[in-house]
């Protein structure tokens, strides 16, 4: 099964942290961008054919809520006339809080999205305004009851922990709150410090301090403690669902399957190949369905994709499926990057069993320091 991804690149205030394809103070844009989508959609079909059968279709950004939703219903509605979409594929918006209404969310829900995604990120007021979000704690509540109240019985809450000033005590205060609320899905990302960021510029000159890395390795704890107890499972390093609402869409990814990318600096993956499209929206909307249309393509050496298999698989709590390795490649995991197995076994950061190798619950907090090692 693949699975389908739309890029919406708009936002309504460029976060503090941010370093995603999005943009504030492009309304004007909306329109014409929705034509762009709609026009690639049309001409790039023809190219992937043989796509088979799309699982997952979701729309991130950015901001998709900030759209009009008929607009995200004419997207969906272009998609399924024209790949084969299974009748019960996950169908999935980001929306940000103070973008939503009820009228809004039943509209979406009607057009067919069955999964919303909510950037909470932090239920404390102070916190939000030193991210740069938009939106108050309450007005993320709100949209979430909204949400149910519009029929969304699959709703993923994003948060963000680590952020300069946060104590355990307020993070696990949040976290509890939001959890409160019964979301099939949680996302619980520590903060990054992305280059080029007004975060970074506020860390570098000193204005603000990242809590130090055991403050970080404690809410993580916490946060994996706490919702395995509360039935989710930690079905990827930062990712917990309830039984059967793992987020199908991730897990193309992370199970290095294929998918498409429309939209603004999407990228695909078709078998061995990546493309991405330009990341600009006003070059995008200016050159979709033009023969100025030319996704950058990367082939992928084998080597690539060896090693993409294993960072992606240990990003899952399962781990990476040795027999599947082997018959994918016609050579052991071993073979190929034995010493670096064994510099990991020996450091306690994974481990191997029945047929898998995983994180280590040590492992799990410096997973980056894991897949540098197959780079
Ligand atoms: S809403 Fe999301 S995509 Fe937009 S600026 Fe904030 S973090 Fe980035």
């Not at 009009?68 to 918006?93: H, M």
């Amino acid at each position: 099964m693949s699975a389908i991804y739309v890029h919406i690149p708009f936002c309504k205030q460029k976060c503090k942290y941010c370093d995603f394809n999005s943009y504030a103070g492009l309304a004007a844009f909306h329109q014409p961008y929705v034509n762009a989508l709609l026009t690639e959609i049309a001409s790039q079909a023809d190219c992937y054919g043989a796509f088979g059968t799309v699982g997952s279709i979701y729309i991130g950004g950015g901001t998709p809520t900030l759209l009009e939703p008929s607009y995200i219903a004419s997207i969906i509605t272009s998609l399924k006339g024209r790949f084969a979409i299974t009748p019960d594929a996950e169908i999935s918006i980001e929306a940000n809080p103070e973008t939503v209404t009820y009228e809004k969310l039943a509209v979406l829900r009607e057009s067919g999205v069955n999964r919303l995604s909510i950037g909470f990120q932090s239920l404390d007021d102070d916190l939000l305004t030193l991210l740069g979000r938009k939106h108050s704690a309450q007005q993320a509540v709100d949209a979430f009851n909204a949400a149910r109240r519009a029929g969304f019985d699959n709703i993923n809450i994003d948060l963000i922990f680590g952020v300069p000033g946060q104590m355990l005590a307020n993070w696990a205060l949040n976290f509890e709150q939001a959890a409160a609320l019964e979301p099939e899905h949680l996302s619980c990302y520590g903060l990054t410090v992305e280059p080029g960021t007004a975060l970074e510029c506020e860390i570098t000159t000193g204005a603000l301090a990242m809590p130090d890395e055991d403050m970080q390795a404690d809410m993580f704890a916490y946060t994996m403690e706490s919702l395995e107890e509360s039935g989710y499972g930690h079905y990827e390093i930062s990712n917990y669902a309830k039984p059967g609402k793992e987020c199908r869409h991730n897990l193309v990814y992370w199970d290095n399957r294929d998918y498409i990318g429309f939209g603004a600096g999407a990228h695909s993956r078709i078998g061995n190949k990546r493309f991405a499209n330009t990341a600009k929206p006003t070059d995008y909307i200016e050159t979709a369905g033009t023969d100025l249309f030319k996704p950058e393509e990367i082939e992928l050496s084998i080597d690539d994709e060896m090693s993409e298999m294993l960072f992606l698989g240990f990003r899952k709590m399962e781990g990476v499926n040795l027999e599947a390795f082997a018959s994918r490649f016609g050579c052991s995991v071993q073979d190929i990057y034995g010493a670096q197995i064994e510099g990991l076994l020996d450091d306690g950061l994974i481990e191997s069993k029945n047929g898998l190798l995983r994180l280590t619950p040590r492992g799990i907090f410096i997973g980056n320091e894991v897949f540098s090692r197959f780079v």
